[in-house]
């Protein structure tokens, strides 16, 4: 039977513990498992029982794993020590020595600065293609392993076209890998829309309270089964306890995500009133650039927030030191607000050209709304976007 994304994350993978019927299941802090007979350990090896040796699963992996597959409607997932490491997993797995990647330049800093890395140790070709420039898009993608994208794009907010993507990619004969982060699978489900392989940083909102590192790949099990591989030899385990948290995080990660983006929407709409704000980027104002698109291809539009302060720089880094309920921070999607400004964060790793190319000004906030009550980040930003305390 199919339930609903809410009842999928508190159920799904987290069924009562069969020697006790407690309804949480058990955290097992253990490395390796005991076998009374040979073919228990073969078994356990193989994958045909829970158990064997952490770094090739364990139960407490299965149990998050089998949440995130079914919430993205996939035939197998894998959990990873970060979601840079599952990225990581995935080129691990389906990419050798020689073969091409195209990626929209459009993406989080980390991952272009890992294509980067990928392309000047291992002989792999990189070819980063504008966002909107479709020629450019048909003349890099023949002979291409992967085409990899994201959507809603960090931190600009700006949404691409999934099935489109998908489309071309195949055409060419090559795989989608789509990083999901910003929408988690209960605002967007790239393996529906076409994607082949889809990987969030858990770390973020499906964690979703600031204390864990983790990521998560899911798609069609003969494509998620070599990146499950890749993790076991070349080790971005995350640990029992990470995985054990991480299942509880994702219980509640409907109900909060109702409560941050229902926040996050009102907060953008004020936002783009102010008089000291130039420009407000959040896919559900009608005002956003893709607004359409993102109405059409997702079921809602998320808890984060960018904008453009009057002043450029100086007044954005003026906001940041301000703040005091919400935190000044990197990272995103916990239940506490977090504010950071993606010169100094997220992209950081870009040169001024290569961020203005992206649409990352000097003068852009990112603000992850978490779950404190509106009026209170109001009166926080208020004072924040004013004169100094």
């Known amino acids: 039977m199919t339930h609903g994304p809410g009842t999928t994350s508190v159920h799904e993978g987290s069924e009562p513990d069969p020697a006790t019927g407690a309804v949480t299941r058990p955290l097992l802090r253990t490395s390796t498992f005991r076998f009374d007979t040979v073919p228990d350990l073969l078994a356990g090896a193989r994958g045909e029982r829970p ?21 993205h409607g996939a035939g197998a997932a894998v959990l990873f020590a970060s979601g840079m490491a599952a990225f990581g997993g995935i080129l691990q797995a389906h990419v050798r020595a020689g073969d091409r990647i195209v990626a929209l330049a459009d993406l989080y800093g980390g991952t272009r600065v890992l294509l980067a890395e990928l392309a000047a140790r291992f002989g792999v070709g990189v070819t980063l293609v504008p966002r909107h420039d479709d020629d450019a898009l048909t003349r890099a993608l023949p002979g291409a392993r992967l085409l990899i994208a994201e959507s809603p794009i960090n931190p600009t907010l700006r949404i691409v076209d999934v099935g489109r993507l998908a489309e071309r990619a195949h055409r060419a004969g090559a795989l989608l890998a789509f990083d999901n982060t910003f929408a988690t699978p209960v605002h967007q489900q790239p393996l529906a829309m076409g994607a082949d392989l889809v990987w969030e940083s858990a770390t973020k909102a499906l964690g979703g309270h600031s204390d864990l590192l983790a990521g998560l790949v899911a798609g069609r099990a003969d494509l998620v089964e070599p990146v499950r591989e890749a993790r076991k030899v070349w080790g971005a385990i995350a640990d029992p306890d990470t995985a ?30 102010h008089p000291a704000v130039a420009s407000v980027l959040y896919p559900g104002l ?27 720089l100086e007044a954005a880094r003026a906001v940041a030191e301000r ?6 921070a990197p990272s995103l999607g916990g239940v506490e607000s977090l504010l950071s400004l993606p010169v100094y964060t997220s992209h950081a ?14 003068g852009l906030v990112r603000l992850s709304v978490g779950c404190e009550d509106l009026g209170d980040l109001q009166a926080d930003l208020e004072a924040a976007l004013g004169a100094p305390r």
């Open 51 to 71: 158990g064997f040796y952490t770094r090739y699963g364990h139960p407490n992996f299965g149990a998050v794993e089998a949440k995130f597959a079914a919430l």
């Open 244 to 273: 054990w948290l991480l299942e509880r995080g994702m219980k509640t990660l409907v109900a909060r995500l109702d409560r941050q983006s229902r926040t996050a929407a009102e907060l953008a709409a004020w936002l783009e009133r």
């Open 286 to 312: 009608p005002s956003h650039p893709d607004h359409e698109l993102a109405r059409r291809q997702m079921r809602g539009y998320g808890f984060m927030v960018a904008f453009d302060c009057r002043g450029g």
């Open 323 to 328: 703040v005091r309920l919400i935190a000044h």
């Open 349 to 362: 790793y870009l040169t001024a050209a290569e961020r203005a190319a992206c649409g990352v000004g000097d």
